[in-house]
């Protein structure tokens, strides 16, 4: 009980502090603007919210501990026994400890600076490149636009739950404002995402096309192509590496696709790290193509996957219906689960 206590405690005490630095560097917070929700993501949804199976299964020295269920990605850790060097190069021997792990959160809004995350938080960003989900002629035809923010979230450590500080690969604690694509000049122009990301001009052809088809198939039933880095499954194609979609799909659809793009780009850029396989066992380890396999995803807003999560590419169909609320439930935030191997000395 006591340390239950401790532990609301210590939430309470992070969800405070964040609000107050806020509020200390003067972000406005647009009460009265439909359009910048709070999605009360600090507070009970904490706890409510998260789909708290989806850790499972557990590995221990290559076991299951947790029984049956979850599922063990392409390329995870299968050997028992790991060796890791501390400060001094001296190597000490460990226990592969192996789960997935809730650690980042992806939002996308149509209001520029608007923080669902942080309660409604209004940066002080102007509404001329402003977003539009183009479900009608007069919201921007077929096309799409999406602004994002990208923000820590090692649920596990901010509880101090299972995870040592050692098997915290980017050394992350408490929730963070990573990236905000308003800042971001690729995220807005194609053109510019192709020469961050020239490797698209290989790709942008019928033929690789065609075999995203593969993929849909595959993610759907659980499994990413990790070879076909330009697919996102049933989502559609990575590239470019932008918040510009043609052909609207509904929001669920699109916003899951740019979420796979925001990872890729992050990767390219090394703010998001390798977490899964033998090289990742001592520490995260820069990965400039998206390890398609190392992510899944929940929907935390507006209506939460409390009870099952859902991969890279995965049909809409099978877990994205009724997830959006007219009008004031159409800018979703998803969390980045990523699979986490590490040498446990």
């Not at 053109?191 to 290989?202: D, G, H, K």
């Not at 989502?235 to 509904?250: E, F």
């Amino acid at each position: 009980m006591v340390s239950f206590l401790t532990t609301s405690m210590t939430v309470w005490a992070v969800a405070i502090t964040i609000t107050l630095s806020i509020a200390f560097l003067g972000a406005s917070k647009a009460v009265a603007d439909p359009g910048c929700q709070d999605a009360e993501v600090i507070g009970p949804k904490m706890i409510t919210d998260i789909c708290w199976s989806c850790i499972f299964p557990l590995r221990v020295a290559g076991v299951n501990i947790s029984g049956g269920g979850g599922s063990i990605p392409d390329g995870a850790v299968k050997s028992p026994l790991c060796m890791c060097d501390d400060n001094q190069g001296v190597a000490h021997p460990g226990v592969t400890t192996s789960m997935w792990e809730p650690a980042r959160l992806v939002e996308f809004q149509r209001v520029p600076g608007c923080s669902s995350v942080l309660n409604g938080t209004r940066f002080p960003f102007d509404r001329m490149n402003q977003g539009h989900h183009g479900e009608a002629v007069y919201d921007g035809g077929d096309s799409s636009f999406t602004h994002y923010h990208y923000y820590t979230y090692p649920i596990m450590q901010m509880l101090d739950m299972f995870v040592k500080q050692t098997c915290n690969p980017d050394g992350f604690m408490d929730l963070d404002i990573m990236y905000l694509s308003e800042l971001d000049p690729t995220w807005n122009n194609d053109e510019l995402a192709f020469f961050t990301n020239p490797e698209s001009a290989a790709v942008a052809n019928p033929v690789a096309t065609l075999a995203c088809t593969a993929d849909a198939v595959s993610s759907t039933a659980g499994k990413p192509i990790k070879e076909l880095f330009w697919c996102a499954g049933s989502w559609g194609n990575i590239y470019p590496l932008s918040g510009n979609q043609n052909g609207g799909k509904g929001v669920i659809r699109d916003t899951s696709l740019l979420s796979t793009r925001v990872l890729a780009a992050l990767h390219r850029r090394g703010l998001a790290h390798g977490t899964m396989g033998r090289n990742a066992m001592c520490g995260g380890n820069i990965e400039p193509t998206l390890p398609k396999t190392q992510y899944k995803f929940t929907m935390l807003h507006p209506v939460p996957e409390t009870e099952s999560s859902h991969v890279i590419g995965e049909s809409t169909l099978t877990w994205g219906l009724g997830r959006t609320i007219p009008a004031i439930g159409q800018d979703p935030i998803y969390m980045i689960w990523r699979w986490n191997d590490c040498c446990n000395l």
